[in-house]
């Protein structure tokens, strides 16, 4: 980084950046680590979706849903645990605990770093004013040199009659679906922010939507007893993701009791005897349906932009990333001068991405020369077993005209895996025939969301199969897969 920005000191603040998630509060903080006056609009908690609504709450469901499994399953250790059990609201104590801690936290950072937090809904009026309307209906106005637009996304909404006109489908759900007494109501329509606030688990959840949100709630629900059926519109469940991981999921997900469907749309949900009815067709044409106490949306989220006030300012919607995302380049500034956005609103989908997308563009504001790389992005999803993935699938490097060739080895083979229980899937290594480059690295199984970051940096440094042979891996340990996957894309692996 090098530069130093010229702030006109007649604003009220140098930044303004609106929202304090993944993506917003990093950005907040950078650019006042590098001598910029800022504030932070947040109209939620500290922490945006990702704390309050997505990544957190979700995983911290997961980790007791996993450690229940653990428990279920202590005779395969050699233990005994008997009336093994869950108590949901403790359970949901747990995760309302973290999540306050960590707002806490985040309230801490900014607070560290001497960025001002103000509460409310950001507008923005021209390129150098923002108002804020507080909770309290009373309105203040902000001049500033420069603006980060970090407002996320809200669930996306559906065109499924019996669900479209449902009072899930709020502008910014996770605020304004709140009772009056804070609590989110939690119908028989859920969106991901109703299941992470259930006061009971339900019989019978329908998920409609086999992508990331749904395939996680999937294996939640279903570890905590719930009749699990997930209806999938493609051909394959978490279909953005390699092949082989997706029939490995699946099958893992089937021997947890999840019922799933693909290449199926839901066609309409009516009530039925007190229970909602799910009506959906395969490519037969013919209508089938399921009964369920609760129908779980999770067919992804749309870019948060209501009310922002884009249009007084020349910013008009669509990019590559969607119709509904603000367009950025590679320095995250939008098609206006001095205003930045990042994240979910762009359409970037991952709160490690909104991070880095906020670094940049505070380092831009700030006079520093930075640019957003997409090259070696992992995607993660947190079921038991997890998955993981950076880089190229198979299909997208052929697609892209490299000759591949792959290597695989399975968990089932380690002595670490053995040791802890965990032996369900493998490691896949898309490396390109002539030179060897690692194209792509996708794994299913135990703790794949932390192991991927030896192929994220692979990736980065285009590293090749060679120098991954070469990289000694402790044993035992999990991270040796690795390793004999880039054996065996040569044929070479030894324990395989």
């Known amino acids: 980084m090098s530069g130093k920005a010229n702030f006109d000191p007649s604003k009220d603040t140098d930044v303004v950046v609106i929202g304090a998630g993944p993506g917003g509060y990093p950005a907040a903080k950078r650019a006042a680590q590098l001598g910029a006056r800022v504030v932070c609009i947040e109209s939620d908690n500290p922490g945006g979706t990702c704390l309050n609504w997505g990544c957190i709450p979700t995983k911290t469901m997961i980790g007791s849903v996993a450690a229940l499994h653990t428990l279920k399953h202590a005779k395969d250790f050699g233990l005994i645990a008997e009336n093994v059990g869950y108590d949901f609201p403790a359970l949901m104590g747990r995760k309302d605990k973290i999540v306050t801690g960590l707002n806490k936290g985040v309230e801490f950072l900014l607070k560290s770093a001497k960025v001002k937090h103000v509460a409310g809904y950001g507008k923005i009026l021209d390129k150098n004013t923002v108002e804020v309307t507080k909770a309290d209906g009373s309105v203040e106005k902000i001049t500033t040199a420069n603006i980060i637009i970090a407002t996320g996304s809200v669930p996306s909404k559906v065109p499924i009659p019996g669900v479209d006109s449902a009072d899930i489908w709020v502008d910014n759900a996770a605020v304004k679906a709140k009772k009056a007494d804070g609590t989110l109501a939690t119908g028989p ?55 082989d991981l997706s029939k490995e999921l699946a099958k893992s997900l089937k021997k947890q009791g999840v019922a799933i469907q693909t290449g199926v749309k839901v066609t309409r949900v009516e009530d039925k005897d007190g229970k ?42 669509g990019s590559p990333k969607g119709r509904a995302a603000i367009a950025v380049n590679n320095k995250l500034e939008t098609s206006v001068p001095g205003i930045y956005a990042i994240g979910d609103v762009i359409g970037s989908g991952l709160a490690h991405t909104a991070t880095a997308e906020g670094l940049v563009a505070a380092e831009n504001i700030c006079g520093h020369a930075a640019t957003m790389s997409y090259k070696a ?78 192929a994220v940096v692979s990736i980065q440094l285009e590293n090749t199969v060679d120098e991954l ?28």
């Open 189 to 243: 329509l859920w969106t991901s922010n109703e299941a992470v606030s259930a006061k009971q688990v339900p019989g019978e959840l329908v998920i409609v939507g086999g992508g990331v949100i749904g395939v996680e709630f999937a294996y939640v629900y279903a570890g905590l007893g719930s009749k699990v059926t997930v209806l999938e519109f493609l051909p394959r469940i978490i279909a953005n993701m390699d092949e």
């Open 276 to 317: 909602k009815e799910v009506f959906f067709a395969g490519e037969d044409g013919a209508e089938k349906s399921l009964p369920a106490d609760v129908v779980l949306i999770a067919t992804g989220r749309t870019p948060f932009t209501t009310g922002l006030g884009l249009e007084s300012v020349g910013i008009t919607l």
């Open 377 to 454: 992005i992992p995607s993660c999803i947190y079921t038991e077993p997890e998955v993981a993935s950076v880089g190229l699938t198979e299909a997208q490097a052929k697609e892209q005209g490299y000759e591949v060739k792959t290597g695989t080895f399975p968990f089932r083979n380690l002595a670490k895996a053995m040791a802890i229980n965990q032996t369900e899937g493998f490691v896949k290594v898309v490396a390109e025939a002539k030179y060897g480059e690692i194209l792509g690295v996708h794994i299913i199984g135990p703790h794949a969301t932390d192991l991927i970051m030896e």
């Open 469 to 496: 042979m070469k990289t000694v891996h402790s044993h035992p340990s999990l991270a040796e897969a690795m390793g004999q996957a880039n054996e065996d894309v040569k044929g070479l692996a030894i324990d395989k």
